[in-house]
């Protein structure tokens, strides 16, 4: 089982580990403890680096499998060994463009559900790009621009992000994230991460976020349309 490091330290660029699994024929190789983001959420796998035995191995991407996260190496140089002793290095400058997109995405949520009482139902993001679909009947130009000002608004305030890993009974208590839909969550999963934006938003998340509002920059919204009678998409660019 991985050690997601990037759980409890967002900003951990590079980090030490162990070798614990090799899939050979797709040159996956799994850790004991890692920094790389695997996917999840609409937020894109990290890439980044391995150097196991003085061999620098480019990571194309991470990937969850069962309860390890594998990195997988391009190149052609033979492959670690089992136990082998690594350095891993995420790619910052991607990650932390996510960190900061993630964070927009959670702010625009905050302040559509506390403005006009809609819920978000699906979102994805590319590194300073993301789109997010919520439940409105309608969607039109002033609209989007009040929403817009009002997300500048939040970051401008520098408000606290917050992280814990709570008990699953202890978050389950909790009257914001039953808004969410924390109650989908498998039954085998003990213990829920949340991501507090205080004063603002709260969710059960696995992703990685900036510390602070203030770090996101400048949010535009660049598009919006209908993806059915409630269904309505918003785009937005982070500068
Ligand atoms: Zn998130």
Same mark, same amino acid.
């Given at each position: 089982?991985? +050690?997601?490091?990037?759980?409890?330290?967002?900003? &951990?660029?590079?980090?030490?580990?162990?070798?614990?699994?090799?899939?050979?024929?797709?040159?996956?190789?799994?850790?004991?403890?890692?920094?790389? =983001?695997?996917?999840?959420?609409?937020?894109?796998? @990290?890439?980044?680096?391995?150097?196991?035995?003085?061999?620098? =191995?480019?990571?194309? $991407?991470?990937?969850?499998?069962?309860?390890? /996260?594998?990195? =997988?190496?391009?190149?052609?140089?033979?492959?670690?060994?089992?136990?082998?002793?690594? +350095?891993?290095?995420? !790619?910052?400058?991607? *990650?932390? +463009?996510?960190?900061?997109?993630?964070?927009?995405?959670?702010?625009?949520?905050? /302040?559509?559900? *506390? @403005? =006009?009482?809609?819920?978000?139902? %699906?979102?994805?993001? !590319?590194? &300073?790009? %993301?789109?997010?679909?919520?439940?409105?009947?309608?969607?039109?130009?002033?609209?989007?621009?009040?929403?817009? $000002?009002?997300?500048?608004?939040?970051?401008?305030?520098?408000?606290?992000? *917050?992280?814990? #890993?709570?008990?699953?009974?202890?978050?389950?208590?909790?009257?914001? &994230?039953?808004?969410?839909?924390?109650?989908?969550?498998?039954?085998? #999963?003990?213990? /829920?991460?949340?991501?507090?934006?205080?004063?603002?938003?709260?969710?059960?998340? %696995? %992703?990685?976020?900036?510390?602070?509002?203030?770090?996101?920059?400048?949010?535009?919204? /660049?598009?919006?349309?209908?993806?059915?009678? #409630?269904?309505? *998409?918003?785009?937005?660019?982070?500068?």
């Amino acid at each position: 089982m991985t +050690k997601n490091l990037y759980q409890t330290d967002s900003y &951990l660029k590079e980090f030490e580990a162990r070798v614990t699994g090799v899939d050979a024929e797709n040159r996956g190789v799994a850790l004991d403890e890692s920094a790389f =983001y695997p996917g999840g959420g609409g937020q894109p796998a @990290d890439g980044g680096s391995l150097t196991i035995a003085g061999v620098v =191995y480019p990571v194309k $991407r991470a990937k969850k499998v069962g309860d390890e /996260v594998y990195h =997988y190496l391009e190149g052609e140089s033979p492959l670690p060994a089992v136990g082998a002793q690594a +350095k891993g290095e995420i !790619d910052w400058e991607k *990650r932390y +463009k996510l960190m900061r997109t993630h964070t927009a995405m959670h702010i625009l949520c905050g /302040v559509i559900f *506390r @403005d =006009y009482g809609a819920s978000v139902t %699906g979102g994805d993001m !590319d590194p &300073l790009e %993301g789109r997010m679909d919520f439940e409105f009947e309608t969607m039109h130009h002033e609209l989007v621009a009040q929403i817009e $000002r009002a997300v500048n608004a939040e970051i401008a305030k520098a408000r606290e992000i *917050r992280v814990a #890993i709570l008990p699953r009974e202890e978050a389950f208590k909790i009257p914001d &994230l039953i808004r969410t839909k924390i109650n989908l969550l498998p039954e085998g #999963i003990k213990q /829920v991460r949340t991501v507090e934006i205080v004063g603002l938003d709260l969710q059960a998340d %696995g %992703g990685t976020h900036v510390k602070n509002t203030s770090e996101v920059g400048k949010v535009r919204v /660049v598009d919006y349309k209908s993806k059915g009678k #409630i269904n309505k *998409r918003i785009y937005i660019a982070v500068e």
